[in-house]
């Protein structure tokens, strides 16, 4: 284990940038906004013993009310009101808060369908902003609530996105894809794979909607033709950098050099795989799934992983937590060893003095490093991911990102 002082000095540190910081923050989502923020302050609490942290985490709360309360209406998982929603009910399960969550979500149940079938009536099913991410929220209720009526209201949204996710769907038979806009500049069509955008998101959350009786016979066929599918596309050839390339565009030749991470390549393809094996309780697929992530684990230097930066998306703490979580469900001591090593990784990049806690995210797009204080790209995931380490206890924080 990494020496436990250098990890607790991260989280103070973290845990500071976020009390003193959040307030520059616009949106309440649980992965790139408020409420994500708000989920480190509550565990950081428990796992400190100490409520001095909760209450910055129920400011934070009360301030995304606030924002809604004065007109703040973006809908997105990622970024808006469901992942928000999410995060509140998330945090009343586990008896963070002490909220009527039927009474204060409820109210944002009809927007929120609305959007979710627009999404729907253009093909935009992205998780993190598009119409799975309102099916995972609407999940999340059907889970919880104890009132008949809402439970009646939140299966019959989860069926109707069920049976449009089908009909959306190109079949050969055996296998199921869904096509959408791979690059917005130049239009091109094609799969996307990543769990973050693409298909092996709809595999993922329909592995979860399985699990539930309501739900079998209308997910199985979307379960077993999504993964068949992306076991079509894999190559084991030894000169691919991954498995799986990460997207399948018309009419282009397949680029197997997809990058080592939660949002896309090999290894939240093969968590998702995984976790739809044992939601089927499919030992074939299982095995399957298990040879492909001890394949990611000989992936180690930069130029094989492409990691850049720490965050959870596409950085060394993100990895290092679904190792972490692939040890506590296998005990395979390859993927132990890998949680060490993302871990020293994630510590050795704490290195802009006008970072977060020494941490700063590589912004594609304008090529330039950014302090970020989000779950999914900044030091709100870090922090929760260092938790984890250091807990004795298992935590399901990490269910906003369809892991646990």
């Given at each position: ?31 790139s906004g408020l409420s994500g ?123 109707e996105l069920i049976k449009t ?205 950014t302090p970020r204080l989000s ?30």
């Amino acid at each position: 284990m990494i020496h436990d002082n250098t990890l607790e000095d991260q989280l103070q540190k973290i845990a500071e940038a976020i009390r003193d910081h959040y307030g520059k923050e616009n949106d309440i989502g649980v992965l790139s906004g408020l409420s994500g923020m708000a989920l480190f302050c509550f565990y950081y609490a428990k796992y400190l013993d100490d409520d001095s942290f909760s209450d910055v985490g129920v400011e934070i709360i009360s301030d995304c009310i606030k924002k809604i309360n004065e007109g703040y209406s973006y809908p997105t998982y990622c970024t808006g009101i469901a992942g928000f929603g999410w995060a509140v009910q998330h945090l009343t399960k586990e008896e963070f808060l002490s909220l009527d969550c039927d009474d204060l979500l409820g109210q944002f149940d009809e927007y929120l369908y609305t959007q979710m079938k627009s999404d729907l009536a253009v093909g935009y099913y992205d998780y993190l902003h598009g119409a799975i991410g309102q099916g995972h929220y609407f999940l999340s209720r059907y889970q919880n609530t104890e009132n008949t009526d809402l439970k009646l209201r939140y299966r019959s949204y989860l069926d109707e996105l069920i049976k449009t996710l089908e009909k959306l769907s190109i079949s050969n038979g055996k296998t199921l894809k869904w096509e959408s806009t791979l690059d917005v500049k130049n239009g091109s069509r094609g799969v996307n794979l990543g769990l973050s955008h693409g298909i092996t998101s709809i595999l993922n959350f329909a592995a979860r909607l399985y699990k539930f009786d309501v739900f079998k016979e209308s997910t199985r066929k979307i379960i077993i033709g999504s993964a068949n599918y992306i076991f079509d596309v894999e190559d084991k050839r030894p000169e691919n950098l991954s498995l799986f390339p990460f997207r399948v565009e018309t009419d282009a030749p397949l680029e197997y050099n997809s990058r080592l991470a939660w949002c896309y390549g090999d290894l939240g393809i093969g968590l998702s795989l995984l976790y739809a094996a044992n939601s089927l309780v499919d030992g074939s697929m299982k095995n399957h799934a298990l040879e492909i992530l001890n394949h990611t684990t000989k992936r180690k230097s930069p130029d094989d992983t492409q990691v850049k930066d720490a965050g959870f998306c596409h950085g060394s703490y993100g990895n290092a937590h679904i190792y972490q979580k692939l040890w506590e469900n296998t005990k395979h001591e390859s993927f132990k060893e890998l949680v060490d090593f993302w871990i020293a990784d994630g510590i050795q990049k704490a290195i802009y003095e006008d970072g977060h806690a020494g941490y700063k995210q590589w912004n594609v797009p304008v090529q330039s490093w950014t302090p970020r204080l989000s779950l999914l790209d900044g030091v709100a995931g870090i922090g929760l991911v260092i938790i984890d380490y250091l807990s004795e206890e298992p935590n399901s924080w990490d269910e906003c990102l369809m892991i646990s």
